[in-house]
């Protein structure tokens, strides 16, 4: 396949799209996110993404079971920088939400950001599938995510750059302790993906516990922090990451 079959429909495009017929229906609720966390350190399913310290800004809006979403990264010192869209949609009030993204994080100075050829983009297509049990003693939610387009790429065996489908897939499970809301998470890869996880084969890569609670300053105004401790069991890694989210 020569050409890449998103390069003239891209995920931003039909982003827009959606929100023009979001805006021609009559829909129940509208709910827009506005946000930042401010973290000690940037980890992407158990991999350190470098660069130390990052503010990480959210842009959303939410109609019906339909939901757009801007969200990015950048490190106080400078050189990365990430930028992911999101569209998803979710299958009535407990059935499973589907899931399309476009991950971009060649770094700052890299540009052409609008360059889609299959064998030069920067950008990574993924597709993702999640569901919560709708168990409220038990809610646990199972996700799973497949690469289907753009730079995650593998050589064949004769020499040849082929899509690699790398795919992730990733427990979670909330629970609570006096005023601390905590969340368990193990997050493995199913096979092969050295380029994207570091792993020759099945791998937990992600085992974290993260807890968040308010620091009230008064009836009116808290601060959201947040503590993640972190292991990746297939590269004998581990991190603890500090953050704050600033929200209106």
Not at 48 to 56: I, K, L, M, V
Not at 118 to 133: I, K, N, Q
């Amino acid at each position: 396949m020569k050409t890449f079959v998103i390069k003239k429909i891209t995920l931003a495009s039909l982003a827009v799209m959606v929100i023009c017929l979001m805006g021609t229906t009559k829909v129940k609720a509208q709910e827009f996110t506005v946000q930042g966390d401010i973290v000690s350190s940037y980890v992407w399913r158990g991999m350190y993404q470098g660069g130390g310290a990052a503010f990480q800004p959210t842009l959303g809006l939410g109609v019906g079971n339909f939901s757009v979403s801007a969200w990015g990264s950048t490190n106080f010192s400078g050189g990365n920088k990430e930028l992911d869209l999101t569209l998803a949609y979710k299958l009535g009030e407990t059935g499973p939400t589907l899931t399309v993204a476009d991950l971009w994080w060649e770094g700052e100075g890299a540009y052409k950001y609008f360059n889609f050829e299959s064998h030069e983009t920067g950008h990574h297509f993924e597709a993702g599938l999640s569901y919560t049990l709708p168990v409220e003693r038990f809610p646990l939610s199972i996700a799973w995510y497949t690469m289907f387009a753009g730079k995650d790429k593998k050589l064949n065996d004769i020499g040849e750059l082929k899509q690699n489908y790398s795919s992730y897939l990733e427990l979670n499970y909330p629970f609570s302790v006096k005023n601390v809301d905590l969340n368990v998470t193990c997050g493995a890869v199913p096979y092969k993906a050295a380029n994207m996880y570091n792993n020759n084969g099945f791998a937990v890569t992600n085992v974290a516990l993260k807890g968040i609670t308010e620091i009230k300053f008064n009836d009116k105004f808290s601060l959201p922090i947040f503590a993640q401790a972190i292991w990746n069991p297939c590269i004998e890694d581990a991190f603890l990451v500090f953050g704050i989210t600033l929200r209106p």
